[in-house]
């Protein structure tokens, strides 16, 4: 099994990484082969709507973000991991999401995407209060993202009320639950169909 981890945070070993981490991790052990992309070390620009994939299929922004295409078409699972930027993902995140518009234009109107590959897709999400619809805005965000590149959502981790790098470390039951996750997407497997 192909997994890739999206780290969506500009903050390195903050709390959101730390969380994938214990997935991925989790994962490795038992054999899944692993990519980290980590959105806000590599150069993606923002979309800028020139239609251009919805032609061909493809986005003529010759940047980092054709490597993470390359990625998230191989995986058989997805998770991407993000703190709660004003109820929202950090900008850095949200210009890999925005250019996965190509994806959706490959799979909808070129069917050029490996249709018969099931994916799944994971969402790790953190923020630092506890308000009711603190993760609202990054569900459907995150969810649509899977849509566009042809994974289903099937999991997530939520954590509230965790601020300082780190802290997250002081939430046991938090780190448990996304080790938790790592088995629960290991045995749903890819789900091959033919
Ligand atoms: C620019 C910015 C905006 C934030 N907005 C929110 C917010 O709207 N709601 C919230 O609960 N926390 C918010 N936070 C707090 C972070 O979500 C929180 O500190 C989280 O643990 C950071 O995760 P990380 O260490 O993975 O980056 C914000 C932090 C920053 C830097």
Same mark, same amino acid.
């Given at each position: 099994?192909?997994?890739?981890?999206?780290?969506?945070?500009?903050?390195?070993?903050?709390?959101?990484?730390?969380?994938?981490? *214990?997935?991925?991790?989790? %994962?490795?052990?038992?054999? *899944?082969?692993?990519?980290?992309?980590?959105?806000?070390?590599?150069?993606?620009?923002?979309?800028?709507?020139?239609?251009?994939?919805?032609?061909?299929?493809?986005?003529?922004?010759?940047? @980092?973000?054709?490597?993470?295409?390359?990625?998230?078409?191989?995986?058989?699972?997805?998770?991407?991991?993000?703190?709660?930027?004003?109820?929202?993902?950090?900008?850095?995140?949200?210009?890999?999401?925005?250019?996965?518009?190509?994806?959706?234009?490959?799979?909808?109107?070129? =069917?050029?995407?490996?249709?018969?590959?099931?994916?799944?897709?994971?969402?790790?999400?953190?923020?630092?209060?506890? #308000?009711?619809?603190?993760?609202? #805005?990054?569900?459907?965000?995150?969810?649509?993202?899977?849509?566009?590149?042809?994974?289903?959502? %099937? #999991?997530?981790?939520?954590?509230?009320?965790?601020?300082?790098? #780190?802290?997250?470390?002081?939430?046991? @039951?938090?780190?448990?639950?996304?080790?938790?996750?790592? =088995?629960?997407?290991? *045995?749903?497997?890819?789900?091959?169909?033919?």
């Amino acid at each position: 099994m192909k997994l890739v981890g999206i780290f969506g945070s500009p903050r390195r070993e903050g709390n959101s990484d730390l969380l994938l981490e *214990a997935l991925l991790g989790e %994962a490795e052990k038992s054999g *899944a082969s692993i990519v980290r992309v980590y959105a806000s070390e590599l150069k993606i620009s923002p979309c800028t709507e020139c239609s251009s994939c919805e032609t061909t299929g493809k986005c003529i922004i010759e940047d @980092d973000m054709q490597l993470v295409y390359e990625q998230l078409e191989d995986a058989d699972a997805i998770v991407i991991a993000t703190p709660i930027f004003f109820y929202h993902v950090p900008a850095q995140l949200k210009c890999l999401i925005d250019r996965a518009q190509a994806l959706w234009a490959r799979r909808r109107k070129h =069917k050029a995407v490996d249709n018969a590959k099931n994916r799944k897709g994971y969402l790790i999400a953190i923020g630092a209060t506890s #308000g009711q619809k603190l993760f609202d #805005g990054v569900r459907l965000t995150v969810k649509y993202f899977f849509d566009a590149i042809g994974a289903e959502y %099937a #999991g997530e981790v939520l954590v509230r009320g965790v601020e300082k790098k #780190g802290d997250v470390l002081k939430h046991p @039951d938090a780190m448990e639950e996304a080790k938790e996750l790592a =088995k629960r997407l290991l *045995a749903t497997g890819c789900n091959e169909t033919v």
